[in-house]
């Protein structure tokens, strides 16, 4: 039985393109139809469209690929998820003097969300604007619709970025692959909104997205996001580091995930099978080697992590600690490192309960976490319902009686003028009474 209604989502990741259909059910869980990944390599650069003509390719591949598990049911619309190495948050801020009688009703209120929407900033893009915090004569008030008050303060946070970031995903998508986008999200705040719970933001907790092409830090204190940054460094720089070691970059991406670590295991003294190119015997490299590597280029990675979290001023404000997400994440012992040195909780990214009715294989694997996040955010029906085809039932003929063709009118039969007497006594007796009647008829 074909489908009709279903949430579609795509993930624009710098590694892979990650496509997945899902419904949601009566108590707000959704369920995967199907999922399908496409290699991003060639048209995502840190986490931004580049090659708009190959991205919309690898998007028409994806989607076949997932209508070929929905029965017959057409994808019309998808949800996109953005990142990109641009993305960033801004503070705006839109005050309103009331007076000395004034009390903040739901009509202020819109009205400074509607002048904050009309801010535009100087060479970038308003991607979304969130957290509006309000402070009434200068004091924070959490709920401040009916207080008196002579002065309100709307503080917004605006997250931007180049206009090229959400110019290039329409252009790809919309119009060469000829798909309509539902919207598009922010992989890092829908990543936050499903993996952190409110308590979490209210505490103070930290979301380090280690991906592919960049790392994005996303800050949360008293329910409000403090502050979204992206670094553009991720695990791609890790795995290009090791294809130093004389391999190519499929065979260090390999060794990258099984045997990388954060930090160099000095009590580790064993040795490691890689094949340097495809017909090239196999050598053996000291896993030292390799992590010494690795050690290098991640903590370069996390300095920048905790620059962005020094500059929150939250560094030892965060009550629920850090969550880590991203494939890059998986590296050996990444959390003990962030933990002692940060002297916080550090666990890992998993969507909270009741989000998923099954699929747990997908729930613990970070390639598709992000994705999951998206379809969660969708509440359009994203479906194309393309009935069967059911063959018209044919006009009933009256049976006419089978009609003999005509036949041909029949020829008047041929008759003999009958014979008088005197033919029929024929000869010169015939002829000698005859003649007798002539001469009478000369006669008279």
Avoid: W
């Amino acid at each position: 039985m074909a489908y009709s209604d279903f949430i579609a989502a795509i993930d624009l990741g710098s590694s892979h393109l990650v496509g997945m259909v899902g419904v949601r059910s009566e108590n707000g869980s959704i369920s995967i139809l199907a999922h399908e990944v496409e290699s991003s390599a060639s048209c995502i650069r840190r986490g931004c469209v580049y090659n708009v003509e190959e991205t919309a390719n690898k998007v028409k591949r994806l989607i076949l690929k997932l209508e070929n598990k929905l029965q017959g049911s057409k994808i019309g619309k998808v949800y996109v998820g953005v990142g990109g190495q641009s993305l960033r948050s801004i503070e705006h801020t839109v005050p309103k003097i009331l007076g000395p009688e004034g009390v903040v009703t739901e009509e202020i209120i819109a009205s400074l969300y509607k002048e904050c929407q009309a801010y535009q900033p100087d060479m970038l893009d308003v991607l979304d604007i969130v957290s509006p915090a309000y402070y009434l004569d200068g004091k924070f008030e959490a709920n401040p619709v009916g207080i008196p008050c002579n002065r309100i303060e709307a503080r917004y946070k605006l997250i931007v970025g180049r206009p090229s970031l959400r110019r290039y995903v329409r252009n790809s998508i919309a119009e060469r692959a000829k798909i309509e986008i539902a919207g598009i999200l922010l992989s890092p705040l829908t990543l936050a909104d499903s993996v952190l719970t409110q308590d979490e933001k209210n505490l103070g907790c930290a979301l380090v997205d280690f991906g592919a092409g960049v790392t994005s830090v996303a800050v949360y204190k008293n329910g409000l996001l403090v502050n979204l940054s992206v670094i553009p460094f991720g695990g791609n720089l890790i795995t290009g580091d090791i294809t130093s070691l004389n391999m190519v970059e499929a065979e260090a991406e390999r060794i990258k995930r099984t045997y990388g670590s954060a930090v160099i295991e000095k009590d580790n003294t064993a040795n490691i099978q890689v094949s340097s190119a495809e017909g090239v015997g196999l050598r053996q490299i000291p896993v030292s080697e390799l992590n010494m590597v690795v050690e290098a280029r991640m903590q370069e990675i996390l300095e920048n992590v905790y620059a962005r979290l020094e500059d929150t001023g939250l560094m030892n404000q965060l009550g629920a600690g850090v969550v880590l997400s991203g494939g890059a994440s998986a590296l050996k012992n990444l959390p003990e490192v962030i933990g002692k040195r940060l002297n916080v909780e550090v666990r890992f990214a998993s969507l909270r309960k009741m989000v998923l009715e099954r699929n747990d294989f997908i729930t613990n694997n970070p390639e598709f976490i992000v994705a999951l996040s998206l379809l969660m955010q969708g509440t359009k029906n994203c479906c194309i319902y393309v009935p069967p085809v059911v063959p018209e039932p044919e006009p009933d003929v009256p049976v006419e009686e089978p009609v003999a063709p005509p036949q041909p009118e029949p020829e008047p039969r041929k008759t003999k003028p009958k014979k008088g007497l005197m033919d029929r006594l024929g000869g010169k007796f015939g002829g000698f009474v005859n003649g007798l009647f002539d001469d009478d008829q000369d006669g008279n």
